[in-house]
T-cell receptor, first 110, second 109 residues
């Protein structure tokens, strides 16, 4: 079975802190994604990576950056966390068109 | 207008009822996904389809490409089916998905 893991299930940070969310997949997938999920808005794509060191902005990249130094790991970075980044963050990896999701990290920024 | 529209937004059913959730989209697609998310849980892929119909246990997914419409059916619903069901579409060979806002299903015993 494909496994996508995320570093934390719950995270509480303060405004202005730098936040790292990590995602690891164990199936050698080339494509990896970071989404945020908010009530009434559904899932929105933040960033997408199609290979090591390759990335592409999604629909809402502002305030975020990403890093993919190894194929299995895709990190989402909040350079200076703000309260409007309080959300559920979901990572996914894909082979062809099917995506496999991690359990999510619920981030609260105070 | 969203590219992917789901209806209804909320659905409450009694155990044993037949359930239908609808998804309409406005763009050409290469595949459509139905996903399930339990409260507090991660997202699980139920189906990926580009034509016709697929069945897995009590779940059936259909798609009509000409009408740009898909339905997810649950037969003999059970309280454990209570979850958010999300429709998502893939365009061309682009691996990015566009998501509907989800349908919250509650099945009461």
């Amino acid at each position: 079975d494909v496994k996508v893991t995320q570093s934390s299930r719950y995270l509480v940070k303060r405004t202005g802190e730098k936040v790292f969310l990590e995602c690891v997949q164990d199936m050698d997938h080339e494509n990896m994604f970071w989404y945020r999920q908010d009530p009434g808005l559904g899932l929105r794509l933040i960033y997408f990576s199609y290979d090591v060191k390759m990335k592409e902005k999604g629909d809402i990249p502002e305030g975020y950056s990403v890093s993919r130094e190894k194929k299995e790991r895709f990190s989402l970075i909040l350079e200076s966390a703000s309260t409007n980044q309080t959300s559920m963050y979901l990572c996914a990896s894909s082979i062809r068109l099917e995506q496999f999701f991690g359990p999510g990290t619920r981030l609260t920024v105070l | 207008k969203n590219e992917v529209e789901q209806s209804p937004q909320n659905l409450t059913a009694q155990e044993g009822e037949f359930i239908t959730i609808n998804c309409s989209y406005s763009v050409g697609i290469s595949a459509l996904h139905w996903l399930q998310q339990h409260p507090g849980g991660g997202i699980v892929s139920l189906f990926m389809l580009s034509s016709g119909k697929k069945k897995h246990g009590r779940l059936i997914a259909t798609i009509n490409i000409q009408e740009k419409h898909s339905s997810l059916h649950i037969t003999a619903s059970h309280p454990r089916d209570s979850a958010v069901y999300i429709c998502a579409v893939a365009r061309g060979s682009n691996y990015k998905l566009t998501f509907g806002k989800g349908t919250l299903l509650t099945v009461n015993p």
